[in-house]
T-cell receptor, first 116, second 117 residues
Framework: AQTVTQSQPEMSVQEAETVTLSCTYD???????LFWYKQPPSRQMILVIR??????QNATENRFSVNFQKAAKSFSLKISDSQLGDAAMYFC?????????????FGKGTRLHILP | DAGVIQSPRHEVTEMGQEVTLRCKLI?????LFWYRQTMMRGLELLIY????????DSGMPEDRFSAKMPNASFSTLKIQPSEPRDSAVYFC???????????????FGEGSRLTVL
């Protein structure tokens, strides 16, 4: 069974600085998707960034980028120029790309605090 | 385009009562997921459907929980009888089926916060 591990329950970063959130996963599949979701206090789950496993290039979305290391099964999220609005719970997630078992598994989350 | 719609947003009930949570999928989506979120256990997958068919219900805690998709756009999660330990936020999420050119992401509703006294 696939698992997703986020080893940092909480992190803090100074406003305008850069922070990296860690995520590792375990799977025997070769084709899958990886995601980072953000959950602010409003509790709405918002997609931050996605990565297809077959793509070697790391995904980027404005201030958000990932470091995808397929061999190491690592998928970290880097937030540059942190802003107060980035304060939230961040979840790493994995999804098989095979229809027979395409459920999405989430890590337990990392709570990110932004210090003014 | 409307997103995933859940109701009720908040529910407070007494132990032993039946609770029904509802979810309307995004039009055209054919995968439906129910998650439960608590501080202690994080986001737990309860059950998911593809094309109205339950694929994996191994996360359903016990027989008190049941989920249905009476049609392609609507789902219910029922708890009967409810217990205080069922208190949590329940999320519904939908996606396009894989192989349809989509990138696998889930679209979440705003969640239903359940409190069982």
């Amino acid at each position: 069974a696939q698992t997703v591990t986020q080893s940092q329950p909480e992190m803090s970063v100074q406003e305008a600085e850069t922070v990296t959130l860690s995520c590792t996963y375990d799977t025997s599949e070769s084709d899958y998707y990886l995601f980072w979701y953000k959950q602010p206090p409003s509790r709405q789950m918002i997609l931050v960034i996605r990565q297809e496993a077959y793509k070697q290039q790391n995904a980027t979305e404005n201030r958000f980028s990932v470091n995808f290391q397929k061999a190491a099964k690592s998928f970290s999220l880097k937030i540059s120029d942190s802003q107060l609005g980035d304060a939230a719970m961040y979840f790493c997630a994995y999804r098989n790309a095979m229809n027979r078992d395409d459920k999405i598994i989430f890590g337990k989350g990392t709570r990110l605090h932004i210090l003014p | 385009d409307a997103g995933v719609i859940q109701s009720p947003r908040h529910e407070v009930t007494e132990m032993g009562q039946e609770v029904t949570l509802r979810c309307k999928l995004i039009s055209g989506h054919n995968s439906l997921f129910w998650y439960r979120q608590t501080m202690m256990r994080g986001l737990e997958l309860l059950i998911y459907f593809n094309n109205n068919v339950p694929i994996d219900d191994s996360g359903m805690p016990e027989d008190r929980f049941s989920a249905k998709m009476p049609n392609a756009s609507f789902s219910t999660l029922k708890i009967q009888p409810s217990e205080p330990r069922d208190s949590a936020v329940y999320f519904c999420a939908s996606s396009l089926g894989l192989g349809q050119g989509n990138t696998g992401e889930l679209f979440f509703g705003e969640g239903s916060r359940l409190t069982v006294l």
